[in-house]
């Protein structure tokens, strides 16, 4: 079917052939004949690259253009929902009938609001915590959206994210019965399941524009699906690094998928030299600047620099313990061809997509934190492998998995090249993820009773699967507990969310946080201190994963907490009677030690070497302490807990900066972070009025500061700058740049 033959209007279709898009695949086709644009239900499972994005888009903007409707885009993953808006916002060329152009949004953060702001889009796109939140604050503007796509509905499957997803499009059908559903998927088993409950129309398929040619390395020896085999050449004894380096030679890239963060350095650093050895001296220049970009963005920390070196050589190391502006420049210069091999952990294979000729599947299994090694699913197996081949670049993707003996590749034959991917099963009736979900139902109001409750949940993936009666129980359980706990309360049938409940459902934290922080205000302790709350907020379940001691720090944590013991707000188990509630407690202390050295300005580095915390970890943890000190300060104003309220706010701004208190006024300022700050503040400008008063010659000359900070800073301060100054300022900037390049 040719993009010129679809029925959406014609500004749709020009920007499409402007792309180079001309003929849709056979799986779009198939959605099309389906009803996907006649505002039919649909879930679409099909392997990566087949064009899933593509009928989303197509719905949306028919949406729009036709219906005069609003459209919702799910992600389950902040990074997704950036690459998402980035593809959307191509249409906003395209004039509406209104005489207004088709505007893309995006939220992803602050749980603590309805965004009327989102109401001005025609397309928004956000993650599916974000909508949740959206809808137990009610917001209005959400009437509107005529269209919701859930990309990787597969994720249902998964304990964390799913049961988010699954109460998101509950609700969204409960809302509106009219509204059009469209669910993009990897292909997996019961497809057919998951449409019934959606009541929509299903596509499955494998095909896909690249041929996938998946199999097992043993040695140095490749052995098909198909039957056919194939010798790579052996240079060094790691065979992953041997087929690495064949598909870089043959102009192609690879990504390997090991086990832990470590095992992907590792093999990072092994592939470096060998893979250096090919690279022209056009590319080493390019790589050489993209060095430079990783040294420069945030922190120069031991993990930066070994990651620059790395990328000199045109290989890069992709995990969860990279701070995101580094996690960017390698993605982008992967995709861009300038990075030839990428190691990751699993983690990657749900996120963005990053495709390479060759995926090569270095370890079968997992590591998780507290659990240990599993082997990874069937499903998880396909995602990494849909990564293998690059649309316009490879006529052939290779997916394989590496194994060590015989006897592993026939069994890695059988139990993942030969196998069909796992059902998806619904996550819901876990106690702990229903909680927070049951009682949004009544603190929205979206039910007042009993019955209503069990009514909305008999809605969810988890009644289609099971049957509403093997949730019940567990419903009925929170109920009690809710209303116990002051978050709900009863009168004859009806069901109401007090104060304190609505609140904690608008807050988006887990009810027993809740309980955790009303309790610990409560308390009258004999020393209210900035770590009585960082440790108060790192006992709450909203603070997980923790920084978990290793057996060399247990002494030093447990003498730190020892000496803080006046401090703590919730009780201290006995190390010898409760072991392992007095090891969280040990976690708990170890979370708030590095929070408060991370406030008190320690470097990155210094986070690394003393508590062996990445940039990754640490950011995502300053993210929820943030989140929860917040929540605190929320719960302090509804409590009238007037001593916490001052040092929540104080402290949620130090935490978020980075910065001792001396820092606030300076860090506030637009361009200047704890580093700057810090060297402002050592250089006299301990306050605004200072900073207001400098001369710009004196504030460009300090290191990191340079012309145009400068001149940034004393515009954000209400200082004057005279234009004659600044020319002459930019004049000697630019003859230092040009020297400095003829040098």
Known sequence: MKIADLPVPESVKEVLIK????????????AIKAGALDGRNLVLASPTASGKTLIAELCALKHILEGEGQVLYLTPLRALASEKYEEFKKYSAITKPDGKRISVGISTGDYDSSDPWLERYDIIVATNEKVDSLLRHKAKWMDDISLVVADEVHLLNEAERGPTLEVVLARLMQTNSEIQILALSATINNV???????????ITTDWRPITLKEGVLLHNEIQFRDGESR???KEIKNPAINLALHTVKTGGQALIFAATRKSSVALAKKTAAKIGETLSKPMKRTLEREAERILAAGEKTRISELLAELVKFGVAFHHAGLGGAHRKIIEDAFREGKIKVLTATPTLAFGVNLPARTVIIYDYRRYEPGYGYYPISVLEYKQMCGRAGRPKYDKIGEALLVARTDDEADYLMESYVLAKPERIWSRLAVERILRGHVLATIAADYAHTEAGIYEFFGKTFYAYQYDISAIKNVIAKILRFLYNEEMIDVSGTNIYATRFGKRVSELYIDPVSAVIIRDALRQKPLLLTDLSLLHMIAHTPDMRPLFRPSTSELDKVAVFAEEHREEFLTPVPNEWEDRINYEEFLAEA??????????????EDEIIEKFRVQPGDLYRTVESAKWLLYATHELAVLFGS???QPLTLELMERVEKGVKKELLPIVRLEGIGRVRGRILYNAGYKTIEDIKHA?????????LIGPKLAKKIKEQVGGFVKKEAWEKLEKDEEWKQKALTEY
Do not use: C, D, F
């Not at 057919?192 to 299903?202: D, F, P, S």
């Open 695 to 703: 001369q710009i010659e004196e504030l460009m000359n300090l290191p």
């Open 231 to 233: 010798r790579i050449e």
């Open 192 to 202: 057919q399941e998951i449409a019934e409950w959606l009541k929509a129309e299903y």
């Open 590 to 603: 170890k979370t708030a030690m590095v929070l408060k050295a991370w406030m008190e300005e320690a470097s």
């Open 19 to 30: 792309g180079g898009i001309v003929e849709l695949y056979p799986p779009q086709e198939e």
């Open 642 to 644: 007037k001593e916490a």
